[in-house]
């Protein structure tokens, strides 16, 4: 990681957190701008008006020309007392604030990718969890290390000049002093941040570890296989090494906290000393005196506070910086200038010379694949695991763009429409869909949220899907919550709280979900049947074969008997269409559909004779 930041990207962080903690606070920013300045001020004032009330009482002043600087110096002290108090509220209140509109302002950010190859970066996802962690506090944070660095120096500023007037030479020994504890932190806040990302890809293991020792999904291989131990035996090495890195960088802070202390006391105990030799030459008055232990304390403390706030800010901002990439990156997919509209498809979908790989340093998953899905018929992709059907099917969805070739809409290339209304015109069930942790009637209307209160269309979509009567048989029905996640202890045993699913209901209520994005132009069912039990599968087959009638679909199946009566089968290996027919002609042409055919075939006649 860089954790040397240029002069220029330094004020864009700040006026980017200034301005972000402004949107947040509008009235809170500036009182708490004006606080912190105050805070600055006030220990100088505070030294000023007693060398003036012990300089006026050393020389016998009279009591009303004394009261000025008394009453001065009782309310600097009330001030000292109350500007803390004041500005911490203020400051808790602001990072409030800064939250809500950070996280608000990352996950806009986030929902932005409209493609999938940034967010399964590795490095991008170091990044994010970086963000996540700093989004909440890193602004806040950073704006406030800035006024707390501007508060120091203001108070540094005064002392050190107050100590100019009474005495240069000292001015200039706490000036050489304070020199290497400034450069001493800043390398200290570069090192720690560096440990901090270094350390990001084992925590990413560490919770990766953690996670699968309590998820419900892996409980099962984990309990017969007997791999609990390993597990949690490679996340404490994790979270180890990631200790041992930051105890490391812990060590060295506290080595060098240790020297500078003693410099910083070193430097005060001989200024002490000097002035009061000074006195009792007549060269300082008592005030002056007093003025100048004062100063020398406050401009080491000032000094150390400005050391601590700026390594701080120099934490807090290349941390920031780490927000601010996520929050000003450029689009992941190419966007049109002038998009395209999509009007409802009336040709077809071709895949011309499609050449794709998920990355340059990856071996091409798709190898110049030309396919046609005409409007209105159904295309089906077989073929062995890895041959990139579902990688196909992805680009189709735009989560990626061809390397070369292109994918054509009624003849328009993808990538000159926007993807929302490409989307909009497709429904999928994916392979891997989501189980989301909401009740049945939700579970289904998100495949289409401006329907998602419409109970009669999510009733439909689940009729249609072979879920309704499952889900009516749930405690609350449609209302029922499809988790046990959100229980109290006191409801533990009310399964009115929610339910678990089997893997075949829950791929119902996902192909549900599907069809209540009913009559789009085109449908995507990618294994849609993989955990239906016979009789559901055939249910859902000869639904999908109605649904289909008339709508353009493609359909991924191993299971070779849900793909025959397609319009169009096409069967993929290694990344290319090596045969395409239908289920007669590639049976006829016997190759390798048939050969597939035949050995799931003779699977069934092989259980049928036993
Ligand atoms: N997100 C990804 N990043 C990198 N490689 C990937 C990714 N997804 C898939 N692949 C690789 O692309 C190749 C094709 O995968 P794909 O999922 O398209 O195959 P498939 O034909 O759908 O297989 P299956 O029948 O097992 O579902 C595989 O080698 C796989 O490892």
């Not at 070369?404 to 926007?418: F, N, P, S, Y």
């Amino acid at each position: 990681m860089n954790t040397t930041l240029g002069a220029r990207r330094v004020l864009t962080l700040l006026v980017g957190a200034v301005r972000l903690t402004r949107q947040a606070a509008p009235a809170g920013t500036p009182l708490y701008m004006v606080l912190c300045l105050l805070g600055g001020v006030v220990p100088i004032a505070t030294a000023w008006c007693t060398k003036m009330l012990l300089d006026g009482l050393a020389a016998g002043g009279a009591w009303v020309t004394l009261l000025p600087w008394a009453v001065a110096l009782a309310t600097a002290g009330l001030l000292a007392g109350l500007l803390p108090v004041g500005s911490q509220y203020l400051k808790q209140r602001l990072d409030r604030a800064v939250s809500v509109v950070a996280m608000d302002r990352l996950y806009q950010a986030v929902n932005r990718l409209t493609g999938m190859a940034r967010i399964e970066d590795p490095r991008f996802r170091d990044k994010l969890q970086l963000a996540q962690q700093t989004g909440r506090s890193g602004p806040g944070q950073l704006v406030d290390d800035g006024l707390g660095s501007l508060q120091a120096a203001v108070t540094l500023g005064g002392f050190f000049g107050t100590l100019l007037v009474i005495n240069l030479g000292m001015a200039l020994i706490v000036l050489v002093a304070a020199i290497p504890a400034l450069i001493a932190h800043l390398r200290l806040s570069r090192a720690r941040a560096q440990v901090m990302w270094s350390i990001t890809p084992a925590e990413r293991r560490e919770a990766f570890y953690a996670e699968l020792l309590s998820s419900l999904d892996a409980a099962k291989e984990l309990r017969l296989l007997g791999l609990g131990d390993l597990f949690r035996r490679r996340m404490l090495a994790e979270l180890t090494a990631a200790q041992n890195a930051v105890d490391g960088q812990d060590r060295k802070d506290a080595r060098t906290e240790g020297l500078l202390a003693g410099l910083t006391a070193v430097v005060a105990a001989g200024g002490l000393v000097w002035s009061v030799w000074l006195a009792t030459q007549g060269k300082l008055s008592i005030g002056d005196v007093a003025i100048f232990v004062a100063a020398v304390g406050g401009v080491q403390s000032a000094l150390q506070m400005l050391v601590i706030r700026l390594a701080s800010a120099h934490h807090s901002m290349l941390l920031f910086d780490h927000f601010d990439e996520i929050e000003s990156q450029p689009a992941d997919l190419a966007v049109a200038a002038v998009p395209q509209e999509i009007p409802p498809l009336r040709t077809g979908i071709e895949l011309r010379d499609v050449w794709f790989r998920y990355s340059e340093d990856q071996p091409w998953v798709l190898r110049g694949v030309n396919l046609t899905i005409p409007h209105g018929q159904s295309l089906a992709l077989v073929g062995l695991n890895g041959a990139g059907k579902s990688t196909m099917v992805k680009l189709l969805c735009r989560f990626y763009d061809p390397d070369r070739g292109a994918i054509l809409w009624d003849g328009v290339d993808l990538r000159e429409m926007a993807v929302q209304d490409l989307r909009a015109r497709i429904g999928a069930v994916f392979q891997d869909y989501m189980c989301y942790d909401l009740s049945a009637a939700e579970n289904v209307g998100l495949g289409d949220v401006s329907y998602m209160d419409d109970r009669d269309r999510v009733v439909a979509a689940a009729q249609r899907a072979g879920a309704h009567d499952m889900v009516t048989a749930l405690p609350k029905g449609y209302d029922t919550l499809l988790s046990r996640m959100f229980f109290d202890e006191a409801d533990r045993a009310d399964p009115e709280t929610g339910v678990l699913l089997s893997g075949g209901q829950w791929q119902r209520v996902a192909l549900a979900r599907a069809f209540l994005r009913d009559r789009r132009d085109l449908m995507i069912l990618d294994e849609p049947s993989s955990g239906l039990d016979a009789e559901a599968e055939y249910e859902v087959h000869s639904s999908l074969r109605r649904h289909r009638d008339g709508a353009t679909s493609v359909l991924i199946s191993h299971r070779l008997g849900t793909v025959r009566d397609a319009h169009v089968i096409a069967v993929i290996a290694d990344g290319q269409v090596v045969e395409r027919g239908t289920h007669d002609e590639l049976i006829a042409a016997s190759g390798e559909y048939a050969r597939l055919f035949r050995l799931q075939a003779s699977g069934y006649e092989e259980v049928v004779s036993w």
